[in-house]
């Protein structure tokens, strides 16, 4: 049964580097089946991806972002981690990781994690 | 970049059949997944490729498509499908994740 724990800082001064990690436990990071992905959600607001990441390193991103994040993956820690810079009180949000299945390239989320919110405040 | 459109809101009485509409062009040959999630709670995915159920789904959630837009249809619902629901599709064109603006459905 696989799970997904995000961890990292709730709270982000403006202007600061948001960092959270993905630990993957009850199955492999290591695996051609799977991506890994990253996906947040402003406070009354819908769901926006972030970015995926493959177990090679394979990275695919948000264009509206792309120049802020970072996705890396450690596969002997079987965790993966986002960065990301320069944040903004827009940047507030709950954060996600999931997994995502390789069906001819990174497809649907499941499962997920429970998600953390992070807030960006001086 | 891609675009996917769905309903801001809709409500059916309980016992009745909900249909969340997602509109994107050529959509069809896209493979479309819907999650629902629930207030406080992390999504959960209710459909995948296009009509497929992961096990522990109701068969009530059903998933299917007609030109240019995909449906989640929920049969007989239940006080306890009250949620959010969105839809998502990978872009392989431009190697972008997308997901619709998603639909609250409201059981009354």
């Known amino acids: 049964h696989l799970q997904l724990q995000e961890s990292g800082p709730r709270l982000v001064k403006p202007s600061e580097t948001l960092s959270l990690t993905c630990t993957v436990s009850g199955g492999s990071i290591n695996s051609q089946s799977y991506y890994w992905g990253w996906i947040r959600q402003p406070p009354g607001k819908g769901l926006e991806w972030i970015g995926t990441?493959?177990?090679?390193?394979?990275?695919y991103y948000n264009p509206s972002l792309k120049s802020r994040v970072t996705i890396s993956v450690d596969t002997s820690k079987n965790h993966f981690s986002l960065k990301l810079n320069s944040v903004t009180a827009a940047d507030t949000a709950v954060y996600y990781c999931a997994r995502q299945t390789n069906d001819y390239g990174p497809n649907w989320f499941d499962p997920w994690g429970q998600g953390t919110l992070v807030t960006v405040s001086s | 970049s891609y675009v996917l459109t769905q309903p801001p809101s809709v409500s059916v009485a309980p016992g009745k059949t909900a249909r969340i509409t997602c509109g994107g062009n050529?959509?069809?040959?896209?493979?479309v997944h819907w999650h629902q999630q629930k207030p406080g709670q992390a999504p959960v995915l209710v459909i995948y490729r296009d009509s497929d159920r992961p096990s522990g789904i109701p068969e009530r959630f059903s998933g299917s498509y007609s030109g240019n837009t995909a449906t989640l249809t929920i049969s007989g619902v239940e006080a306890g499908d009250e949620a959010d629901y969105y839809c998502q599709v990978w872009d392989r064109s431009s190697y972008h994740v997308v997901f619709g603006g998603g639909t609250k459905l409201t059981v009354l």
């Open positions: 990441i493959f177990y090679n390193g394979i990275t």
């Open positions: 050529n959509i069809g040959g896209k493979s």
